[in-house]
Antibody
Framework: EVQLVESGGGLVQPGGSLRLSCAAS????????MHWVRQAPGKGLMWVAH????????TYADSVKGRFTISRDNAKNTLYLQMNSLRADDTAVYYC???????WGQGTLVIVSS | DVVMTQSPLSLPVTLGQPASISCRSS???????????LSWFLQRPGQSPRRLIY???NRDSGVPDRFTGSGSGTDFTLNISRVEAEDVGVYYC??????????FGQGTKVEIK
């Protein structure tokens, strides 16, 4: 079965760090452009970061640039989002998505609070 | 950044009746390759988003044919010919022509009257 499964969310204090994982199964993650998209509680969807299939290009939303890093482990078929210097407004459900946003994971909740 | 504006933001509908959602972009979504990268998504309550339509009018696998996407340039529409109970949720349009960033509309909440 083709699927994406996120993990790594949780409660973190402002200024802290967290690494999200997105494990792919049923397809090779490195064959597709992959994205992280987030949704703050009760709000709409916001694109966060992207990695080109060959890994040569990564792009970020201005609000996370310099704080978040998207990466990939081809051997584990897993996408990551390293989040540093977290702020309260980073609180959201984080989804990974691929295949032109055709595939989405179930999301993982990140809460930034003291 | 391209701003995507949806209307209405709330859409009460009667089962079996048609529904229409508009999405306007702040600039043309025609890419230099000739394609228009405008997609529609449905997020049912408590679920992840699901893509319904890509490149304006192409339905994804398994999407009922009562969903139709249309439009060009800066003006796009998602039509539901006869609303069913499973169509309830929030609909988003998204552009992928002028990236980064990929940008979503604010969302249109469809509910049954």
């Amino acid at each position: 079965e083709v699927q994406l499964v996120e993990s790594g969310g949780g409660l973190v204090q402002p200024g802290g760090s967290l690494r999200l994982s997105c494990a792919a199964s049923g397809f090779t993650l490195s064959s597709y452009w992959m994205h992280w998209v987030r949704q703050a509680p009760g709000k709409g969807l916001m694109w966060v970061a992207h990695m080109k299939s060959d890994g040569t290009i990564t792009t970020y939303a201005d609000s996370v640039k310099g704080r978040f890093t998207i990466s990939r482990d081809n051997a584990k078929n897993t996408l990551y989002l390293q989040m540093n210097s977290l702020r309260a407004d980073d609180t959201a459900v984080y989804y990974c998505s691929g295949r032109g946003f055709d595939l989405w994971g179930q999301g993982t909740l990140v809460i930034v609070s003291s | 950044d391209v701003v995507m504006t949806q209307s209405p933001l709330s859409l009460p509908v009667t089962l079996g009746q048609p529904a229409s959602i508009s999405c306007r972009s702040s600039q043309s979504l025609v890419h230099s390759d000739g394609n228009t990268y405008l997609s529609w998504f449905l997020q049912r309550p408590g679920q992840s988003p699901r893509r319904l339509i890509y490149r304006v009018s192409n339905r994804d696998s398994g999407v009922p044919d009562r969903f139709t996407g249309s439009g060009s340039g800066t003006d796009f529409t998602l039509n539901i010919s006869r609303v069913e109970a499973e169509d309830v949720g929030v609909y988003y349009c998204m552009q992928g022509t002028h990236w980064p960033p990929w940008t979503f509309g604010q969302g249109t909440k469809v509910e049954i009257k």
